[in-house]
């Protein structure tokens, strides 16, 4: 399958045959990692990668893999490039475009990565915005699949605050992929209606379902729970009557067990606010996989690197 030269910025742009491929690629790269073997896709390659908002997973996963396969990154913070401020974004992807091979942006607005993909002439790739985050989904998808053998037809549950980027996200690879998708959330924090039925469209041609609920008991039958902080960054404000308002979807023991299922596993995109979102008996739990997400960051954005870059 060729997507040399495509941008990655939501999976929204992809279709399920060519998600299924990316996964694939990741387990080889994982693979061939785990034997001590890299490669050279990338070599004479270099990487710009702009980071607005500070970064454990994505920064150190894009770094090491480009490393990995020979190319060369280069961290921009917010505070390296003009970015937006003394020169538009178009303007500096026309620059980083000429200058670099390839562009991750990690920051606040989707627009901003729209734009540097519109103008940069090279392959863009979203580390987060405000709206997504694609290659978490990736991360999370390799670690079902390693865990279950299979993704279609698997029942994820994600509870908490249901418009967040890994909410929409996570709607998105999940009903592309024939994934039962179910959202529990306050009405107040569920996910936009547009994105819903767009989702929903995906789930009818994979046959799986997208379901929105504010009732907890609808976790029953899950074989995946995932929960995210209740407030993300720049939200900081709304700590506290976040807390209040999400303290009944808390992911914790009696949660957990009313999935009815003893093989559930419990996700986290990290960094997890224990005592928040989630209770630190679960997070450190033998149902937790959260370490295992983590680290299949690094071979999935490798994988969206080799498949739309390298040689």
């Not at 959202?183 to 209606?193: F, G, H, N, R, V």
Request: hydrophobic share 35%; aromatic share 8%; charged share 30%.
């Amino acid at each position: 399958m060729d997507l040399k030269g495509r941008n990655f910025i939501t999976l929204k742009d992809f279709t399920p045959e060519e998600i299924g491929y990316l996964l694939e690629l990741a387990e080889k790269l994982k693979a061939d990692k785990k034997k001590g073997i890299t490669g050279n896709s990338l070599k004479g390659k270099n990487i710009a990668l702009i980071f607005e908002k500070p970064s454990t997973r994505t920064r150190c996963s894009f770094v090491v893999a480009c490393v990995d396969e020979g190319g060369h990154p280069e961290y921009l913070g917010k505070d390296d490039i003009q970015l937006g401020h003394k020169e538009s974004v178009e303007d500096t992807a026309r620059v980083l475009g000429r200058l670099f091979d390839g562009i991750e942006f990690r920051g606040f607005k989707h627009s901003t990565v729209e734009a540097l993909a519109k103008y940069a002439g090279v392959p863009v790739w979203n580390g987060l915005t405000d709206d997504y985050h694609p290659t978490q989904i990736l991360a999370d998808m390799l670690t079902m699949k390693e865990h279950f053998g299979y993704l279609k037809g698997l029942n994820f549950v994600y509870i908490g605050d249901g418009r967040n980027n890994m909410a929409n996200s996570l709607m998105i690879g999940c009903s592309k992929m024939g994934i039962n998708f179910t959202i529990l959330a306050p009405k107040s924090l569920q996910p936009k209606e547009e994105l819903t039925e767009l989702c929903r469209g995906y789930a009818k041609e994979a046959g799986s379902t997208v379901t929105i609920s504010d009732d907890v008991e609808d976790v029953k039958g899950a074989d995946a729970v995932y929960t995210d902080v209740w407030c993300s960054m720049g939200e900081e404000d709304k700590a506290a009557e976040r807390v209040a308002l999400l303290k009944p979807y808390q992911v914790n023991k009696e949660l957990m067990a009313k999935t009815g299922k003893d093989t559930t596993i419990f996700m986290h995109c990290l960094p997890a606010v224990k005592g928040n979102e989630v209770t630190e008996d679960v997070f450190e739990s033998g149902q937790s996989v959260v370490f295992d997400e983590a680290e299949n960051r690094m071979h999935t954005i490798k994988a969206v690197m080799v498949a739309t870059l390298g040689d």
